[in-house]
């Protein structure tokens, strides 16, 4: 927009007052532009004397709003930037997640705050031999460790994954899920650096504990309700066996004296009395 004299120009018929006692009675002004096109501000220029800006006055003004669009964006990703990793440790934080990266050229490792807090100590960045981190390692745990991550460094596209238990402040172990990642390489394929995260995952293994726990007593009972049912059914199938038994001799006493009364007195027993003995 370009106003020549702030005096007479109707745009400035609001605000002339407030430039005119200062001097100033011209006004050159261009919008500044992202690399999206969006605006992102206003550049002007304020003459004390009326008139037009030349060929030089324009290539001024194109050169400070392409400087100005710069670091106007600079500034909003170098914002944006903060702002998201400001939110990522927040999230990091609550989930009780440390992030990590192995420089393997040194075999140093370099563990987040959150790592310190994890193993009941101050928060506090942690600098360590890879070494010392696996001294931390429950015994049982360090082969399958070790063994993951000589996949993930040796395997093209192997994930890091393993869980396993750490030795905390205290004395106490806590179970730890460790995922990451190689993410640089020499041109021969060498892993040179890893990165990832460790989360803390004790109440998840202790749940798992306690529901496998649970399964087994419960397999236990049923083993033990079907061993009683077991012993239940073979007295049952004792006491009918004996009941048949005790009832079978009688009926063949009884069976046998019916046929001889028959046999032996058949002519003196009429009709209905021979039915009686059938």
Request: hydrophobic share 40%.
């Amino acid at each position: 927009v370009i106003v020549e004299d702030i005096a007479t120009d109707p745009l400035w018929d609001d605000y002339r007052d407030l430039a005119l006692p200062h001097g100033l009675r011209a006004c050159w002004s261009t919008p500044i532009f992202g690399v999206d096109g969006r605006v992102l501000g206003t550049f002007a220029m304020y003459y004390r004397q009326p008139g037009r800006p030349n060929a030089q006055h324009l290539r001024l003004i194109e050169f400070a709003t392409h400087t100005a669009a710069v670091g106007i964006s600079h500034a909003r990703s170098e914002t944006a930037l903060q702002t998201s990793k400001l939110r990522l440790e927040i999230a990091l934080e609550g989930a009780k997640i440390s992030v990590w990266e192995i420089d393997l050229r040194g075999n140093q490792i370099w563990l987040d705050a959150t790592w310190s807090t994890l193993l009941g100590l101050p928060p506090a960045e942690t600098r360590v031999a890879v070494t010392e981190l696996h001294a931390l390692v429950h015994p049982d745990d360090r082969q399958r460790v070790a063994a993951a991550a000589v996949d993930a460094m040796t395997v093209a596209g192997a994930r890091y994954a393993v869980e396993h238990r750490v030795k905390c402040a205290n004395g106490e172990w806590k179970w730890i899920l460790s995922l990451g990642r190689v993410i640089e390489r020499d041109a021969d394929g060498r892993a040179l650096r890893m990165s990832g995260t460790n989360t803390d995952v004790t109440k998840r293994k202790r749940a798992e504990g306690d529901l496998q726990r649970l399964n087994e007593e419960l397999e236990q009972r049923v083993v033990e309700r079907t061993r009683a049912l077991e012993a239940a059914n073979s007295e049952l199938e004792a006491f009918s066996y004996s009941v048949s038994h005790d009832l079978r001799a009688p009926l063949r006493t009884i069976s046998g004296f019916s046929r001889l009364v028959e046999t032996e007195y058949a002519g003196h027993l009429d009709e209905q009395g021979r039915d009686y003995l059938r």
